[in-house]
């Protein structure tokens, strides 16, 4: 099955600076990668999400890039706010299932 | 804005009984999930659901665990036989086609005594 690594598991940054994780998948049917920040007790929402046919996709301040051939895929995070505070996870499946990374906690410092 | 709903936001059992977890996805959507969150870890798919049969369900998903969409807008997800080891926080989520966005339900916390 797919088994999707994420790292960093913490991050913090300073307001105003860039934010980046990556993550890494291993199976190669895999064709959405969506990414969800989860605040505290809260449920997981979408921020961007990126297919197979797109190397790179960006909204305001967040943008995703994917590498097929390498199998990883990185979100970037400009101009951080303190709301950009949570956890986020990557994922990676298709159709019918995504299987999630292990979450990055990141915290930005005012 | 619809959004998924479910009920009860919090459930407390004895292991070994049965409870069924109730979502009503968004009208329009086709595609049904139950994912599952221990506290602390990463979300886990559990199955996914469409045109009324599983599409595909994780390792987790044995014979304790079963799904039904009863009528129109509730997809269930029950387990017979509760253990310890069940207890997390259960996600249903639904999405309009393939490909698409998934949109999570606020979650039902499952605490197993």
């Known amino acids: 099955g797919e088994n999707v690594e994420q790292h960093p598991s913490t991050l913090s940054v300073q307001e105003g600076d860039s934010a980046v994780i990556k993550c890494t998948y291993s199976d190669s049917a895999s064709n959405y990668f969506p990414w969800y920040k989860q605040e505290l007790g809260k449920r997981p929402q979408l921020i961007i999400d990126?297919?197979?046919?797109?190397g790179e996709k960006k909204d305001q301040r967040i943008a995703v890039t994917l590498n097929k051939t390498a199998k990883h895929f990185s979100l970037h995070i400009t101009e951080t706010q303190p709301e950009d505070s949570a956890v986020y996870f990557c994922a990676a499946g298709d159709d019918y299932k995504l299987s999630f990374g292990a979450g990055t906690t990141v915290t930005v410092r005012a | 804005e619809p959004e998924v709903t479910q009920t009860p936001s919090h459930q407390v059992t004895q292991m070994g009984q049965e409870v069924i977890l109730r979502c009503v996805p968004i009208?329009?959507?086709?595609?049904f999930y139950w994912y599952r969150q221990i506290l602390g870890q990463k979300v886990e798919f559990l199955v996914s659901?469409?045109?009324?049969?599983?599409?595909?369900k994780s390792e987790i998903f044995d014979d304790q665990f079963s799904v039904e969409r009863p009528d129109g807008s509730n997809f269930t997800l029950k387990i017979r036989s509760t253990k310890l080891e069940d207890s997390a926080m259960y996600f249903c989520a639904s999405s309009e086609a393939g490909y698409n966005e998934q949109f999570f339900g606020p979650g039902t916390r499952l605490t197993v005594l």
């Open positions: 659901f469409y045109n009324n049969e599983i599409s595909e």
């Open positions: 990126i297919r197979s046919n797109v």
């Open positions: 009208s329009n959507h086709l595609y």
